[in-house]
Every structure is written in C-alpha cells, then in structure tokens.
C-alpha cells in the first residue's frame, strides 16, 4: 500500500454542486472524512443531508465538482462504478429488501453476484453478520415477518457483507417506531467503535453527540458548520445551527 493512498481520507468532495431544475441542492460541498471516522450530517428538512449522502455513491449525480472514494475519483458509470459502489455500503429510511427472499438469502446476494463469494462461505459470512446484528435466529423468514428495526438491522448485514471501507446511513431510523430505533442505533454505535467509516444523516441527537467524531450542519444546500460534538451541541457558532438546536432540544 502505498503511502499516498494511505492518507489519502476516505470520503473527499471538492466544491461539488448540485441542482435539481433551477433548484440549488448543493452548494460548493467541500468535505473530507478520514478512514475510521463518524461523521453525522444535521439540519432542517430541505437542507440538502441526504442528497449530499447519496451523491457519494452516485445515487445522485452532481453538476461539478468532485468525489473520491478512498483516494479514487467516482467514475459517472459503468464497471468501475458498480466496483466503487462495492466498496461503498448504503443503508437507507426504507430498508429495500428483497420480498420475495429470506433474509439469509438477502444478505448473501450481493457477495455472490458482485464479489462472486462461493456459496458456503457467503452463507457462513452472512450468519455471522446476522448474528453480529442481533437477528441470526430470523435468518429463514421473509422481510414481512421481521418489524421494523430488525429489517433495517438486516440491511445493515446486508450492506456489512460486502465488505465495504465506507458506511453511508440515510436517516435509517426515521421510519421506525420509537422502541426500534435504538436496537439499530446499538449497531451502529458498535460498528462505529470498530472503526468503520461511517457518514451518517440522522435526527438522532443522542447518536449525533455520543458515537460522532464530527457533526457536519448544513442548511440551504450549505455546509454551515463542522465540528466536534461537544462544541457543536454546546456552542453552535451560526444563528442557523442556534435555531436548530433551540428547536429540537427544546421538545
């Protein structure tokens, strides 16, 4: 490994902009997030959090600007693409697992289809991720059997299997019931500790405050602050993450 790739952050965008229609939703990102490091992205809704999360991947593509992926720029498509979308594991708000497949089978897909695993270890693989989330006893049921939080917990396995180098979260817990939210916030908090790179669109202020290295605030398509947790919560710098905060903490 050489030294350049070494160093070089996991996630790096470089005054990236991106529009829908006349719509400005990014707006000169400039962000690095090193290997091992958690960095939650807060604001109001409409702000541009998870656009910028889904643009990492290419989910969105951008207007200008520029991504890297460990060291590597983001192709626009094709085989290189599908490669550094490999590397890069999404967990989304609605946990899109197959219907028709057991949750085993859900986590084990991609590992054979993309990184062309054998079948015995993808299986072994996948218990293991099932048991490390906490649900390898629901291994043979289907999605619909599951609640909530252990389908997004499956998910989590389910992107885990690919071994990526980069975890992007996009509000994972918001479409869960207030009991479920900190069974998968648990996941994330070990995967976290473990030292995954992990990018994380959340209104989990607990989760924000207790597992973050760094709290990324934007409003408007903008990165208005970026900092650690203890100084972001306690003396936010711009009248924008005030009233945030003024907000949501208040509740």
Do not use: W
Not at 18 to 43: A, D, M, S, T, Y
Not at 119 to 142: D, S
Not at 214 to 220: G, I, K
């Amino acid at each position: 490994m050489t030294e350049a790739a070494t160093d070089a952050p996991m996630i790096r965008m470089v005054e990236v902009d991106k529009f829908f229609g006349q719509l400005h939703v990014l707006k000169n990102i400039n962000i690095e997030v090193p290997r091992g490091q958690v960095v939650v992205v807060l604001g109001p809704s409409g702000s541009g959090k998870s656009t910028l999360c889904r643009s990492i991947n290419r989910l969105e593509p951008i207007n200008s600007g520029l991504i890297e992926i460990d060291g590597k720029p983001l192709p626009a498509e094709g085989k290189e693409l599908a490669t550094l979308r490999a590397d890069v594991g999404m967990v989304f708000q609605s946990f899109n697992l197959f219907a028709h497949k057991t949750i085993l089978d859900n986590v084990m897909l991609a590992p054979v289809k993309v990184r062309k695993m054998a079948q015995p270890e993808a299986k072994r693989t996948a218990m293991e991720l099932l048991e490390r989330v906490g649900i390898a006893n629901q291994a043979q049921k289907y999605p619909a059997q599951l609640s909530g939080g252990q389908q997004q917990r499956a998910a989590i396995a389910r992107a885990l299997a690919m071994k990526p180098k980069v975890m992007l979260f996009d509000e994972p817990t918001s479409a869960l019931d207030p009991e479920m939210i900190n069974e998968v916030l648990d996941v994330m908090t070990t995967l976290a500790e473990e030292g995954m790179t992990m990018l994380v669109v959340t209104h989990e202020m607990g989760f924000a405050r207790n597992a973050a290295h760094r709290v990324v605030f934007m409003a408007d398509g903008e990165i208005v602050e970026d900092s650690v947790p203890t100084e972001f919560f306690s003396a936010p710098k711009s009248n924008r993450a005030k009233d945030f905060l003024g907000k949501i903490l208040t509740h």
